[in-house]
């Protein structure tokens, strides 16, 4: 296995086949679908609170989104570490979503 990436390899075949089973039927969609209704569900369950789930894509996008939703504008700052992810690896798609440039910019 190579954690690297979510954008480096193939799909797991057990979520590929997840993928082509769902695809093949009718569902709501922004949220209205059986699956993400789930997925409330159950997290509503764990955290012992209503939760309302945005399933993404990638890592990218889920780093962007839960970003700018905490980022208070125009004066937020997001600290990480030099070498972290969202750092180094996001191609300036944070600063892009949240509006935060970084010092060293």
């Known amino acids: 296995m190579n954690f690297l990436s979510d954008t480096i390899s193939g799909v797991h075949?057990?979520?590929?086949?997840?993928?082509?089973h769902i695809s093949s039927e009718y569902g709501g969609s922004y949220g209205h679908?059986?699956?993400t209704q789930s997925l409330n569900?159950?997290?509503s369950d764990?955290?012992?609170t209503k939760v309302i789930s945005f399933p993404v894509i990638?890592?990218?996008?889920g780093n962007c989104l839960a970003l700018s939703s905490i980022?208070?504008?125009?004066?937020?700052k997001i600290?990480?570490?030099?070498?972290?992810?969202i750092n180094t690896r996001e191609c300036g798609a944070p600063e892009f979503f949240?509006?935060?440039?970084?010092?060293?910019?």
Not at 71 to 76: A, E, L, N, S, V
């Open 58 to 61: 990638g890592g990218t996008v």
């Open 46 to 48: 764990i955290f012992e």
């Open 71 to 76: 980022i208070q504008k125009p004066y937020g």
């Open 79 to 85: 600290l990480c570490h030099d070498n972290a992810h």
């Open 98 to 105: 949240t509006g935060v440039v970084p010092p060293n910019y």
């Open 13 to 20: 075949p057990q979520i590929m086949d997840g993928l082509n």
């Open 33 to 35: 679908d059986d699956i």
């Open 41 to 43: 569900k159950k997290f």
